[in-house]
């Protein structure tokens, strides 16, 4: 971070007390009397808020204002649903050739396997949508919109099991300790809602079976940013944001009344010490307050018309579900939350593919469908970069036994296939093109790297310049090694 | 939401703004380090320059390096260029291409290219020229100059200054015309040191003893009372773990529970017998390798092993042993050298002297412990030590000697017996897949039937009711019925690949929801379910234990059903001996069933070695040593006359059934032994520790850190810009690293951990880069008084106690924090120093503040980490399925109120109510919290029932205090904040008070929901109306700015 930025910063932060609407004394003045330093800091020159934008950024007119990245926790497999093989059932059971595994690295749950036989998709595909993309049976839904999606079949990764390759895409490195993507948007573009935090996280159930692969609180904390900068999770149970709810025997006119009584002795305070955090303590337990009421209303759906929730599907109605959570995406999206993510669980699919697989579509496919065209019902999907993927994809070859029904997938790092939409990403196209085994990347390899490059470009951020001194380091979300926006998605 | 370390006062910098325009803004931030001074400080104003601009391409990294330029070294900066030109003429800007390169116009000439978004300032440029007309003075990074003991500055203010701390920090304030402020009052003195060396706040009484005592060593005396309380210890322990990255589960994937406390009470301990610090870095880094090495230095050596480690299936060992040696690496280089190795892991450091090479010379001493690079997920993966105590020793040797006793008589036993192959029998030779057909007319010899559910009695259709043979098995029922079997004499093998069919026909009129074939392998836990899923209760649906195979077959006609033995979860050796035929209503007949196999499904294990060898061989997962699998695994025309005896006794002993009678007896014995001698171990505790391999694993340079890329062999050593390291002639090991960091002419670990301590007080260190003292880092607030301490350190014997006992009873610290105008206008951060510190408490001093105050707190030090309230959810959104850690279960009574150093820190989902107030997450190191001020910390002290039931208590605390309401406000406020609350704030805790009581007279419901909240029992001799008043009222003092805080 430059000295001035840092100076510009604080100077924004204080602009906050004047949204408080809490009398916090002469400091709230400040930032009125400096409207050349609120225009250097803020594009839009909006008044600025809690979680204000860093002075500098965006550095260049953003496609996105939010982001929501639906996770599919565990690594799809891009055979079975995006990635549509033509050829695979003619060689069904032969082995994979040498000439495209190329003594590549394997996890240890097939490197002892004698034989790599190719396991077809049992499913079917069919080309969607004027661009007549192709879209395997399980994902119907989605298919719907296929125009509105650019569909990246080349999307690598070097790690090769599920926690250090979730904790890479989603905080640039292997090894826990640095800031989650959602955690630099909201460093780097703060929010545009007072009430809510910038960075909030859902972890919806999953129908598949019951083991699955674990999550970890680092893909959505700080690292070394500050904790402010940490997603919040939106809980289905219990307390939607921890310690939210005020205790039993405690209502609204009991807890102003404390807080009342608080901030009064806390200017009492601040006419001793003079120290300006007092004020800052002071105002944030008003937005405390506040969220108090805001979260609530974010989580009644019960104004959403019929039309709407039909989009979403079934479940839409039940809280805990993926449909309901990407509902409550687009109600967060509307309140102004910078990053929403969705971590949806178990898509490892080592055995039993055919059972599982399709009980994973059934809970997110509809949903999908349904929060694209809601966004672009409401005239939001231009704004909204929406991103689907996971850490990892799948092998063409069987692991365990293999027959026509059924089969099962070990981890593939060296293709996989996510999905963009929105923000000015192109609809309706396909980028890169992998070997006729999705074994190898041909064309136009994306990086996860890339994948985060991008979704910067998209929210205005150039990833190279969004740093953060540790360790004597400008730290970046994107790491030391070279990354580029996949241009040829952006329109 | 705002982060507190950016604290800048508004309204006076909006002053000194509109006074000095933007360019003084730039200055303005060294403007605090840089004082009144003239002259341009290479290490201070050049070097910085350099680093952050210059050296990613003209550094160290000689890969990187371009036109053969470096700045960090005086030779490579004046050396000639390829151009004949010099970048650096001393005395004449005007010749140094340097400055030519940066101050052109010509945008592809100038430096640094825009490509690399950086941009000298004009102050820069002006530095930089001024540093070269005055000569261009160079020397070597600050760190690396061993410190050199300082005499404190001599200054005019003697009345001011206590001890040499504060000779250095006055003449550091005359520089910019600064008065250091008044000593604070007695008690905001007394609660902050309390805070600051217990991490607990003063009781009343001893606020009051402290006043009452006005002897002039009244304050030091306190502190010495202080520094020998064992809540010393535990409050000093928290700071080093979360340094030592210490946690209580493995951190990576399962995140199962490991053992590591004892360690954690080891670090309490230490602090609180004020072990030299120099003991305590060697015992933590190599307390295992110290000769005769003692059971609490092994304990300590723990430190090594608090890493993040896994046991994911499909992970490579190799490429783990590299991350866990690398974070060891970069653990011990932060902590205790303050220095930036982990940029080194791929190529050469790009600002620091630290090759690659030298980074992987430093990671060759934390290459070679013998654990294993996949942890087993266990809560003691080896190596660890038993914690006995007592008689417990002796037990175990007891357990050992008679465990012995049976071995050697099993051997005996076997020695007597002679044995001999059988004749080959006619059996079939099974070396195709084939049907074995287990049921057919009859259930197989041995099987107990029996009918669960169903009414009637077992039914046996014969002729052309049957599918084969002459009979079928079939049942009319309602619900639930099934007809079943155990004990079959002969049970099927399960081998590799293996599938289970049996044969059903449904009647088409009367079809039953769903049927259902259950398999007896000891437990009923393998069931194949057809048709409604939801019909038949049993089993969790999608695991072996309720495997959905899909629609019912069709009714009217005989059906094969298949399922293979995988998928039952039934692992190749498995043996069935009862199955059960299923049905939730209608009618079912079943018949022919058994299993395609090739696995010969008579088992002459018992009478023939050659055929239970064969058995043996087809296992998966054969629980023979290694020994006899290797013995096994030979042809038998080659195996040794020792594999030969060893396959045949472990036959003879364990297999042979004509031997059995003799065996079984012995065995069954020493088995219970081993299990009972298991369960006792399990009861004393245990701790990681470390362990060196007898011969060490041999480190390499790796190819841009890829585990699997090799390049030259290293040995340990350390980089060349630090001391020598005196290697031994035998073989230099993590033993001698440690002595080498705490050797009197390391330039950094004294200083790094002193700045760490002065950081504890002052909420920052002289060195505000806690961990970076390298050419990144920031220069020094006060170099000489970091020197003094560092030098003073070492020649006390490293002594803590001795340290901390002087920055605490300091002029400097013991100053009012009021912010007063002059020095919030110069220093804003507080740099200098001019005021007392003031910041926002720690995670845990908040939390056991409250459960101090309220009188909640158990004081009981050490043992198993304690799971308080928590919300429910926390670790189950996160957590692996089959992770022991995946269901938080809180526990009760004394656990809920332990201070928070005992809480169980689960790395991947680590105490919301701690992380919230920026407690990190224990998976890497940290020297320094960030401390922000958010809204969800508001929502924690409010709302969390932890803080709610200290509110109930704290207010019942107030109430029993005095009979007057002013006098127990007075109370409260006085257990929180220390001093009496003045007439406003009475006047507004008592309208405050007014209201509550009002409102809980007429609406005594919402008063008992409150006081219910919390396990600790409600104080019934209080009305519960009243005790909900005061409990608010004291949930409002808990949230005061002034309790959240040190002042």
């Given at each position: 971070m430059?000295p001035l930025h840092e100076?510009?910063?604080?100077l924004?932060?204080?602009?906050f007390?004047k949204?408080?609407?809490l009398a916090v004394?002469?400091?709230?003045?400040?930032?009125?009397?400096?409207p050349?330093?609120a225009?250097?800091a803020?594009?839009s020159?909006k008044?600025?808020?809690?979680?204000?934008v860093l002075?500098?950024?965006?550095?260049?007119?953003?496609?996105?204002?939010?982001?929501i990245y639906?996770?599919?926790?565990?690594g799809?497999?891009?055979?079975?649903l995006?990635d549509y093989?033509p050829?695979?059932p003619?060689?069904?059971?032969?082995?994979?050739?040498d000439s495209i595994?190329m003594?590549?690295r394997?996890t240890?749950?097939?490197s002892?396997?004698t034989?790599?036989?190719?396991?077809?998709?049992?499913?079917?595909f069919?080309q969607?949508?004027?661009?007549?993309?192709?879209?395997?049976?399980?994902?119907?839904?989605?298919?719907?919109?296929?125009?509105d999606?650019?569909?990246?079949?080349?999307?690598h990764t070097e790690?090769i099991?599920h926690?250090p390759?979730?904790t890479?895409i989603?905080?640039g490195?292997?090894?826990?300790g640095?800031?989650?993507l959602g955690?630099?948007?909201?460093?780097?573009l703060?929010?545009e809602?007072d009430?809510?935090p910038?960075?909030?996280v859902?972890?919806?159930?999953?129908?598949a079976?019951?083991d699955?692969q674990?999550?970890?609180q680092r893909?959505?904390e700080?690292?070394?940013?500050p904790t402010k900068?940490?997603g919040?999770?939106l809980r289905?149970?219990?307390d939607p944001v921890?310690?939210?709810n005020?205790?039993?025997?405690?209502?609204?006119?009991?807890r102003?009344?404390m807080l009342?009584?608080v901030s009064q002795?806390?200017q009492?305070e601040?006419?001793r010490l003079g120290d300006p955090?007092?004020?800052?303590?002071i105002a944030q337990?008003e937005m405390?307050?506040r969220m108090?009421?805001s979260?609530p209303d974010l989580t009644?759906?019960?104004?959403?018309?019929?039309?709407t929730l039909d989009?979403y599907?079934?479940e839409?109605?039940m809280?805990g579900?993926?449909a309901h959570?990407a509902?409550l995406a687009?109600?967060?999206?509307?309140?102004?939350?910078r990053?929403?993510?969705?971590?949806h669980?178990e898509w490892?699919?080592?055995?039993?593919?055919?059972?599982?697989l399709p009980l994973?579509?059934?809970d997110?496919d509809?949903?999908?469908?349904?929060?694209?065209?809601?966004?672009k019902?409401?005239?939001?999907l231009?704004?909204?970069l929406?991103?689907?993927g996971?850490?990892?994809?799948?092998t063409?070859y069987c692991?365990?036994?293999l027959s026509?029904e059924?089969?099962?997938r070990d981890h593939?790092?060296r293709c996989f296939?996510?999905w963009?939409a929105g923000?000015?990403?192109?609809?309706g196209m396909?980028?890169?093109?992998?070997?006729?085994?999705s074994?190898n990347?041909?064309?136009d390899p994306?990086h996860?790297?890339d994948?985060n490059?991008?979704?910067?470009?998209?929210?205005g951020?150039?990833?190279?310049r969004?740093t953060?001194?540790?360790?004597?380091?400008?730290?970046k979300?994107?790491?030391?090694?070279e990354a580029?926006p996949v241009q040829?998605?952006l329109? | 939401?705002?982060t507190?370390r950016?604290?800048?006062?508004?309204?006076?910098a909006?002053r000194?703004?509109r006074?000095?325009?933007?360019v003084?803004?730039?200055a303005?931030?060294?403007?605090?380090l840089?004082?009144?001074?003239?002259?341009?400080?290479f290490?201070r104003?050049v070097?910085p320059i350099?680093?952050?601009n210059?050296y990613?391409?003209?550094g160290?990294?000689?890969a990187k390096?371009?036109?053969?330029l470096r700045f960090?070294?005086k030779?490579?900066?004046?050396?000639?260029?390829?151009s004949d030109n010099?970048?650096?003429?001393p005395?004449?800007?005007?010749?140094s291409?340097l400055?030519?390169r940066i101050t052109t116009?010509?945008?592809d000439?100038r430096?640094?290219?825009?490509k690399t978004?950086?941009?000298l300032?004009e102050?820069?440029?002006?530095?930089?020229?001024?540093?070269?007309?005055e000569?261009a003075e160079?020397k070597?990074?600050?760190?690396f100059?061993?410190?050199e003991h300082q005499s404190p500055?001599v200054?005019?203010?003697?009345r001011?200054?206590?001890?040499?701390?504060d000779?250095?920090i006055?003449?550091?304030?005359?520089k910019d015309?600064?008065?250091p402020?008044?000593?604070?009052?007695?008690?905001?003195?007394i609660?902050?040191?309390t805070f600051d060396?217990t991490?607990?706040?003063?009781?009343?009484?001893?606020v009051d003893?402290?006043?009452?005592?006005?002897?002039?060593?009244?304050?030091?005396?306190?502190v010495?009372?202080?520094?020998?309380?064992p809540?010393?210890?535990?409050?000093?322990?928290?700071?080093?773990l979360d340094?030592a990255?210490?946690?209580?589960t493995?951190?990576l994937?399962?995140?199962?529970e490991?053992s590591?406390?004892p360690?954690?009470?080891w670090?309490v301990?230490?602090?609180?017998?004020?072990?030299?610090?120099?003991?305590?870095?060697i015992?933590q880094?190599?307390?295992?390798l110290?000769?005769?090495?003692?059971?609490?230095q092994?304990?300590?050596s723990?430190?090594?092993?608090?890493?993040v480690s896994?046991?994911?299936g499909?992970?490579?060992?190799?490429e783990?042993?590299v991350r866990?040696?690398?974070?060891?690496?970069e653990?011990m280089?932060?902590?205790?050298?303050g220095?930036t190795?982990?940029c080194a892991?791929c190529?050469?450091h790009k600002?620091?002297?630290?090759?690659q090479k030298e980074?992987?010379?430093?990671y060759a001493?934390?290459n070679?412990f013998?654990?294993?690079?996949?942890?087993?997920?266990?809560?003691?993966?080896?190596?660890?030590l038993?914690?006995t105590?007592?008689?417990q020793?002796?037990k175990?040797?007891?357990?050992?000697?008679r465990?012995?006793?049976?071995?050697?008589?099993?051997i005996?036993?076997v020695?007597?017996?002679?044995y001999?192959?059988?004749?080959?029998?006619n059996?079939?030779v099974?070396?195709?897949?084939?049907?074995?057909v287990?049921?057919?007319?009859d259930?197989?010899?041995g099987a107990?039937?029996?009918?669960?559910?169903?009414t009637?009695?077992?039914q046996?259709?014969?002729?052309?009711?049957a599918?084969?043979?002459?009979r079928a098995?079939r049942r009319?029922d309602k619900?639930?019925?099934q007809?079943?079997f155990t004990?079959?004499?002969?049970?099927?093998?399960?081998?590799?690949?293996?599938?289970l069919f049996?044969?059903?026909f449904?009647a088409?009129?009367?079809?039953?929801?769903?049927?259902m074939?259950?398999?007896?392998t000891?437990?009923w836990?393998?069931?194949?379910?057809?048709g409604d899923p939801?019909a038949i209760?049993?089993?969790e649906?999608?695991t072996?234990?309720?495997?959905?195979?899909g629609?019912l077959p069709?009714?009217?006609?005989?059906?094969?059903?298949?399922v293979?033995?995988e998928?039952?979860?039934?692992?190749?050796g498995a043996?069935?001996?009862g199955?059960a035929f299923t049905q939730?209503g209608?009618?079912?007949?079943?018949?022919?069933?058994?299993?395609?196999?090739?696995?010969?499904?008579?088992?002459?294990?018992?009478v023939?070695?050659l055929?239970w060898?064969k058995r043996?061989?087809a296992?998966?997962?054969?629980t023979l040593?290694?020994?006899?699998?290797?013995?096994?695994?030979?042809?038998p025309?080659?195996?040794?006359?020792?594999?030969?005896k060893?396959?045949r006794?472990?036959?003879?002993a364990?297999?042979?059934?004509?031997a059995?009678?003799?065996?079984e007896?012995l065995?069954?014995e020493?088995?219970?032994l081993?299990?009972?001698?298991q369960?006792?171990e399990?009861?004393i505790?245990a701790?990681?520790?470390?362990?060196?391999?007898?011969?060490?694993?041999?480190?390499?340079?790796?190819?841009?850190?890829?585990?699997?890329?090799?390049a030259?062999r290293?040995?340990?050593?350390?980089?060349a810009?630090l001391p020598?390291l005196k290697?031994?002639?035998?073989?230099?090991?993590?033993?001698?690293?440690?002595r080498w960091?705490?050797?009197?002419?390391?330039?950094?670990?004294?200083?790094?951990?002193?700045?760490?301590?002065w950081q504890q007080?002052f909420?920052m260190g002289l060195?505000?880069?806690?961990?970076d003292?390298g050419?990144?880092g920031?220069?020094?607030?006060?170099?000489?008084l970091l020197d003094?301490?560092?030098?003073?350190?070492?020649?006390?014997?490293?002594d803590?106690?001795?340290?901390?006992?002087?920055?605490?009873?300091?002029?400097?610290?013991?100053?009012?924090s009021?912010v007063?105008?002059?020095s919030?206008?110069?220093d804003?951060?507080n740099?200098?120093?001019?005021?007392?510190p003031?910041?926002?408490l720690?995670?845990e001093?908040?939390?056991?503040?409250?459960?101090?105050?309220s009188?909640l707190?158990?004081e009981?030090?050490?043992?198993h980490?304690?799971?308080p309230?928590q919300?429910?959810?926390?670790w189950?959104a996160?957590?692996?399925?089959?992770?022991?850690?995946?269901?938080f279960?809180q526990?009760?009574?004394e656990?809920?109120?332990?201070?928070?150093?005992y809480t169980?820190w689960k790395?991947?989902?680590?105490p919301p109510?701690?992380?919230?107030?920026?407690?990190?997450s224990r998976?890497?190191f940290?020297?320094?919290?960030e401390?922000?001020?958010?809204p969800l910390q508001a929502?924690?002290?409010m709302?969390?029932?932890c803080?709610v039931?200290?509110a109930r208590?704290?207010?019942a605390?107030?109430?029993?205090h005095?009979a007057?309401?002013?006098r127990?406000?007075?109370?409260?406020?006085?257990l929180?904040?220390?001093?009496?609350?003045n007439s406003?704030?009475q006047r507004?805790l008592q309208?405050?008070?007014?209201?509550?009581?009002?409102k809980y007279?007429?609406n005594?419901?919402?008063?008992k929901?409150l006081i219910a909240?919390?396990?600790?029992?409600?104080n019934?001799k209080?009305?519960?109306?009243e005790?909900?008043?005061?409990?608010?009222?004291?949930?409002s003092?808990?949230?005061l700015?002034?309790?959240?805080?040190?002042?």
């Open positions: 430059n100076r510009l910063h604080l924004n932060r204080r602009h007390f949204s408080t609407g004394g002469r400091i709230a003045l400040a930032g009125l009397m400096f050349e330093l225009r250097a803020g594009a020159g008044s600025v808020r809690s979680h204000p002075p500098g950024l965006p550095h260049f007119a953003p496609k996105a204002k939010r982001l639906l996770f599919m926790n565990g799809p497999s891009q055979i079975d995006l093989k050829g695979l003619k060689i069904y059971d032969t082995d994979l050739p595994r003594g590549q394997l240890t749950m097939t002892g396997q034989r790599f036989p190719i396991a077809p998709s049992k499913y079917e069919k969607y949508g004027k661009s007549g993309i192709w879209f395997s049976e399980l994902i119907q839904h989605t298919a719907k919109v296929a125009d999606l650019a569909i990246i079949k080349t999307v790690a099991n926690d390759a979730v890479y989603q905080t490195n292997q090894i826990p640095r800031p989650s955690s630099w948007l909201s460093y780097g703060g929010s809602c009430d809510l910038a960075f909030v859902m972890t919806p159930r999953w129908s079976k019951r699955a674990a999550l970890y893909l959505w700080a690292g070394f940013l900068h940490a919040v999770a289905a149970k219990g921890l310690y939210l005020d205790p039993p025997g405690v209502d609204k006119e009991a102003r009344d009342n009584a002795l806390n009492l601040y006419a955090e007092i004020n800052t303590r337990y405390a307050f108090q009421s979260v009644d759906i019960s104004k959403e018309s019929k039309a989009l599907g079934p839409v109605t809280p579900t993926f959570s509902l687009r109600r967060l999206a509307e309140r102004g939350v990053c929403i993510e969705i971590f669980r490892d699919h080592h055995g039993d593919l055919p059972r599982d994973q579509c059934r997110v509809q949903a999908c469908y349904g929060l694209i065209t809601d966004l019902n409401r005239g939001m231009d704004e909204t929406v991103v689907w996971g850490e990892f994809g799948r063409v692991q365990g036994k026509r059924n089969y099962g593939h790092p296939t996510m963009m923000a000015g990403v192109k609809g396909v980028h890169g093109e992998t070997d006729d085994f074994y990347i041909v064309k994306v996860i790297r994948i490059a991008t979704i910067l470009q998209r929210m951020i150039d990833h190279r969004l953060f001194k540790f360790q004597g380091l400008d730290q979300l994107t790491g030391v090694e580029n040829g998605i329109a | 939401m705002a507190r950016e604290r800048v006062p508004r309204r006076r909006h000194w703004l006074s000095a325009g933007a003084v803004l730039f303005g931030l060294s403007w605090s840089r004082g009144a001074d003239a002259k341009v400080d290490n104003d070097r350099f680093s952050d210059c990613t391409c003209h160290p990294d000689g390096r371009k036109a053969g960090d070294l030779e490579g900066a004046l050396a000639k260029l390829k010099f970048a650096i003429v005395g004449d800007p005007s010749k291409a400055i030519q116009k010509d945008e000439d430096m640094p290219p825009a978004g950086k941009h300032t102050a820069q440029v002006a530095t930089l020229k001024r540093w070269i007309a000569g160079w070597p990074h600050w760190a100059i061993p410190p500055p200054v005019k203010e003697k001011w200054a206590r001890n040499p701390i000779g250095f006055l003449a550091r304030l005359q015309r600064l008065k402020s008044p000593e604070a009052d007695k008690v905001t003195l609660r902050r040191v060396l991490g607990l706040p003063p009781t009343p009484a001893e003893a402290f006043l009452a005592d006005h002897k002039p060593d009244a304050y030091d005396r306190m010495d009372r202080l520094l020998a309380s809540r010393y210890g535990e409050h000093e322990a928290r700071y080093w340094a990255r210490y946690g209580d493995h951190g994937h399962l995140d199962n490991r590591m406390w360690y954690r009470d670090v301990a230490a602090f609180n017998r004020n072990e030299r610090f120099d003991q305590f870095t015992e880094l190599a307390g295992d110290l000769p005769d090495a003692t059971r609490e092994k304990i300590a723990g430190f090594n092993r608090c890493n896994t046991s994911e499909g992970a490579i060992d190799e783990f042993y866990y040696a690398v974070d060891r690496t653990t280089a932060t902590v205790w050298m220095l190795v982990g892991v190529h050469d600002y620091d002297p630290i090759s980074f992987y010379r430093l001493f934390f070679n013998t654990e294993k690079a996949m942890d087993g997920n266990a809560l003691l993966p080896p190596p660890t038993r914690l105590a007592g008689e020793d002796k175990l040797s007891d357990f050992s000697a465990i012995a006793e049976l071995d050697r008589r099993i005996e036993e020695a007597k017996f002679s001999t192959e059988p004749a080959q029998t059996a079939a099974w070396t195709n897949r084939a049907e074995y287990w049921v057919e007319d259930f197989p010899p107990i039937a029996q009918i669960n559910g169903g009637a009695e077992l046996l259709v014969e002729g052309a009711a599918f084969s043979g002459k098995l009319t619900g639930l019925a007809d079943f004990g079959a004499s002969q049970p099927l093998i399960v081998g590799m690949g293996d599938a049996a044969h059903v449904l088409p009129d009367d079809p039953p929801k769903a049927i074939l259950q398999f007896h000891g437990d836990l393998h069931r194949a379910n057809w939801d209760a049993y089993g649906k999608n072996t234990t309720k495997l959905l195979l629609d069709k009714p009217g006609q005989w059906t094969r059903l298949e293979d033995v998928k039952l979860g039934l692992k190749p043996k069935i001996d199955l939730f209608g009618t079912v007949s079943w018949d022919k069933a058994g299993i395609v196999t090739a696995t010969e499904q008579e088992d002459r294990s018992g023939s070695q055929a060898e043996e061989k296992k998966e997962n054969s040593s290694q020994e006899l699998k290797d013995a096994l695994k030979a042809a025309e080659k195996r040794t006359p020792q594999q030969d060893a396959l006794d472990y036959f003879v364990n297999i042979y059934a004509p059995r009678s003799t065996f007896p065995q069954s020493l088995k219970d081993k299990k009972e001698r369960k006792f399990d009861s505790p701790t990681l520790v470390s362990e060196e391999m007898a011969k060490p694993r041999g480190s390499f340079v790796l190819k841009r850190g890829q585990y699997d890329q090799p030259d290293v040995e340990p050593g350390v980089p810009v020598l290697a031994r002639s035998d073989a230099t090991n993590r033993l001698d690293l440690a960091l705490v050797s009197l002419d390391h330039p950094l670990t004294a200083r790094v951990t002193m700045n760490r301590f007080f909420g060195v505000k880069t806690a961990a003292f050419s990144q920031e220069w020094p607030s006060h170099p000489e003094w301490l560092a030098t003073e350190f070492m020649q006390s014997g490293w803590v106690k001795h340290m901390l006992r002087l920055i605490v009873t300091s002029a400097t610290y013991r100053q009012s009021r007063a105008e002059p919030l206008r110069v804003p951060q740099c200098l120093l001019a005021r007392g003031r910041f926002r720690d995670a001093m908040i939390r056991d503040q409250a459960l101090y105050t009188g707190l158990i009981k030090m050490g043992g980490a304690v799971k309230y919300p429910p959810g926390i189950e996160v957590g692996y399925t089959t992770s022991n850690t995946a269901k279960e526990e009760h009574g656990a809920l109120w332990r201070r928070s150093l169980f790395r991947t989902a680590p109510y701690l992380t919230t107030f920026d407690a990190p998976e890497k940290c020297v320094r919290r401390r922000t001020d958010t929502l924690v002290t709302n969390d029932p803080y039931e200290a208590h704290l207010g605390r107030m109430m029993e005095d007057k309401e002013a127990r406000l007075d109370y409260g406020f006085r929180l904040t220390a001093r009496h609350p406003r704030e507004i309208t405050l008070l007014d209201k509550y009581e009002a007279r007429q005594p419901d919402a008063a929901g909240v919390g396990e600790s029992p409600v019934d209080l009305n519960a109306s005790l909900a008043a005061w409990t608010m009222v004291a949930s003092l808990l949230n700015d002034e309790t959240l805080n040190k002042n």
